[in-house]
């Protein structure tokens, strides 16, 4: 079964140093892609970046960069040069196929969330 | 443009009312969703449309009705919905890459 594993359920980092926070999955699937989303307290689900399963080099999104390790199957995201406004719930998500009636489609399964707060 | 949008932003409504919420997106996505969030979890997927078809039914309780009109507008009506129905509902598009884009949120609270 696919699973995503959030460990650290609140992160404390001090604006304008970086901040990792941590991600495992679990999957069978030889094809799969691994994403990271912003929740602030406003609810928007803001996506971050992508990273898939075939990608050689690891993704970066501005401050945003995702360290893939694919032996331990891991996905964490790297923060650089935290702002007062990271502090928001941060999800790691990662793409299956669901199947239902009307047939198969790519859905997101997530991982419980980590909030991160970012201290002046 | 990674824009989609959700009316209302709150409704608060009682559990013999019926009432719409709406998604709307301009991306060309073929495939949009339906998920409910309680607070402090993470987002629980509802329904699937692909080419405005409905792909998956996650086993939603009937008082749950999705519609999706064309492929820019997907709707979702709400009938005798109980209290404990009263989470963050989110609506996200998905193009060919997969990556899915969420609108705003529509906070509801059912008395």
């Known amino acids: 079964a696919q699973k995503i594993t959030q460990t650290q359920p609140g992160m404390f980092v001090q604006e304008k140093e970086a901040v990792t926070l941590d991600c495992t999955y679990d999957?069978?699937?030889?094809?799969?892609?691994l994403f990271w989303y912003k929740q602030p307290s406003s609810g928007e689900m803001i996506f971050l970046i992508y990273?898939?399963?075939?990608d050689q080099q690891n993704a970066t999104e501005g401050r945003y960069s995702l360290n893939f390790q694919k032996a331990r199957k891991s996905a964490n995201l790297v923060i650089s040069a935290s702002q007062l406004g990271d502090s928001a719930m941060y999800f790691c998500?990662?793409?299956?196929?669901?199947w239902g009636s009307g047939g198969s489609n790519y859905k997101l399964t997530f991982g419980k969330g980590t909030l991160l707060t970012v201290n002046p | 443009d990674t824009e989609v949008t959700q009316t209302p932003k709150h409704l608060v409504m009682g559990m013999t009312n019926k009432k719409s919420l709406k998604c709307e997106q301009h991306?060309?996505?073929?495939?949009m969703y339906w998920y409910k969030q309680k607070a402090k979890k993470p987002p629980e997927l509802m329904f699937v449309?692909?080419?405005?078809?409905?792909?998956i039914n996650e086993s939603v309780p009937s008082r749950f009705s999705p519609e999706c009109p064309n492929s820019s507008l997907l709707n979702l009506h709400l009938h005798a919905l109980q209290p404990e129905d009263s989470a963050l509902y989110l609506c996200?598009?998905?193009?060919?890459?997969?990556?899915?884009?969420f609108g705003p949120g529509t906070r509801l609270t059912v008395l």
């Open positions: 996200a598009s998905g193009g060919s890459t997969d990556t899915q884009y």
């Open positions: 991306m060309g996505h073929r495939a």
């Open positions: 449309y692909s080419y405005e078809k409905l792909s």
């Open positions: 999957t069978s699937d030889p094809s799969y892609g």
């Open positions: 990273q898939g399963s075939y």
């Open positions: 998500a990662m793409r299956v196929i669901g």
